[in-house]
């Protein structure tokens, strides 16, 4: 793992990464349900049952590679910007992209809009629903390690009391961060999202 920061410039600040992650061991998932094209199908009353479960190499390399850009516009709002790409040997390739505008309204309170982009490809080992032959040594239909576009989009707001005048037991309230975000898949999958996370601190 390397990771570079660096002032670029006054207002300028950005950051690199570069990571190599080995995996080994069992990386399927036992409950990833498989149905070959080569197998007649079967039913209990409505129910079809799966041919297999997925099988998937006990070995995978990871290579992301990124940065952060962060651009102070002025003591009210800042510019945060973060990409990301993304390579395994599963044959998956991604790109990431967000970007934070945080809007500082109060001492105290801060707006922020945010917007994420994530695009991948498939697996060499993904099959939807019967495209999969039995004689094949790995396949799965885990639409997770399919080709597919995200969109997600939000709305935060912060509290942060740098002198903690707030209390919780013996603990002073620092910060609490409250988040709304949609996120849309191209596969058919959508949330709304909620996130509430806080931070505390001891005398």
């Known amino acids: 793992s390397l990771s570079l920061s660096q002032i670029l410039t006054e207002g300028l600040q950005g950051a690199l990464f570069l990571d190599l992650v080995s995996q080994n061991g069992l990386l399927s998932t036992p409950f990833q349900r498989v149905y070959f094209s080569d197998f007649e199908d079967f039913y209990i009353d409505d129910f079809q049952l799966a041919d297999n479960v997925e099988q998937l190499p006990d070995t995978r390399l990871k290579v992301p590679f990124g940065g952060r850009l962060n651009y102070y516009l002025n003591d009210l709002i800042v510019l945060r910007s ?14 990431t992209a967000s970007l934070e505008v945080p809007f500082k309204m109060t001492d105290k309170f801060t ?3 945010t917007y994420r982009y994530y695009t991948q490809t498939a697996a060499d080992y993904f099959y939807p629903k019967e495209m999969a032959l039995s004689s ?3 396949y799965t239909s885990d639409y997770d390690l399919s080709g597919y576009d995200a969109h997600q989009y ?4 912060q509290y942060r009391d740098i002198f903690t005048s707030a209390r919780v037991l013996n603990f002073g309230l620092k910060t609490v961060d409250l988040r709304f975000s949609q996120y849309d898949r191209s596969d058919g999958l959508n949330a709304f999202i909620i996130t ?4 505390f601190v001891g005398n």
Do not use: A, E, K, N
């Open 154 to 157: 939000g709305m935060g707001v």
């Open 111 to 113: 707006l922020y809009p």
């Open 196 to 199: 509430l996370g806080t931070t």
């Open 82 to 95: 973060y990409y990301r790409f993304y390579w395994d040997d599963w044959g998956i390739t991604s790109h």
């Open 136 to 138: 094949y040594q790995f």
